[in-house]
């Protein structure tokens, strides 16, 4: 979705989008229902937990010896196990949606030096290309990707505010 922007190879090289620490193990992707049945053909041992009125993360045992949790659907050589079939959240990353006092914004999180190094200029009329409708649009029919806001991500754009 965001190739555009972001390279496919430059996504490659870095990966920190799938590998999450105590303070960012919120972010883990949001796993819709087919998403999960397919998580579980690929990895049977994986366990889950319910997020929200129907989808799912990641159960989270213990963290490795470096003190992260790496996406169990990260192959270390190949990538996303999901291919091109990826969780929403993954999709749009680094952007992100977030509910502050009950509105809505598109977000993005700081840690993805490739887009924080765009101007914002570029990052909004990205967004305003269309990716925002279609952010917002899935959050109206999957509200639990909307996650609380975090004051650590700037907000680009809030929802219902002409653009
Ligand atoms: S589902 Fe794929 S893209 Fe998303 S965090 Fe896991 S490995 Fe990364």
Not at 72 to 82: A, E, I, S, T, V
């Given at each position: 979705m965001l190739t555009k922007l972001l390279s496919r190879e430059t996504c490659a090289k870095c990966r920190l989008c799938c590998i999450f620490d105590h303070y960012d193990v919120w972010e883990t992707p949001v796993l819709s229902q087919n998403i999960k049945e397919t998580a579980e053909k690929i990895l049977p041992d994986a366990e889950f937990i319910s997020k929200g009125t129907r989808s799912y993360l990641f159960r989270i045992r213990e963290f490795d010896e470096d003190d992260l949790f790496r996406c169990?659907?990260?192959?270390?050589?190949?990538?996303?196990?999901?291919g091109t079939e990826k969780p929403f959240d993954c999709q749009i990353w680094p952007f992100r949606i977030m509910e502050l006092d009950g509105r809505q914004a598109i977000t993005i999180a700081p840690i993805c030096d490739a887009m924080m190094a765009q101007p914002i200029g570029t990052l909004l009329s990205f967004l305003k290309e269309g990716l925002a409708d279609t952010i917002f649009d899935y959050a109206a029919e999957n509200p639990d990707v909307v996650k609380p806001y975090d004051s650590m991500y700037p907000v680009l754009l809030w929802k219902d505010k002409n653009f």
């Open positions: 169990p659907l990260l192959d270390p050589q190949k990538g996303c196990m999901l």
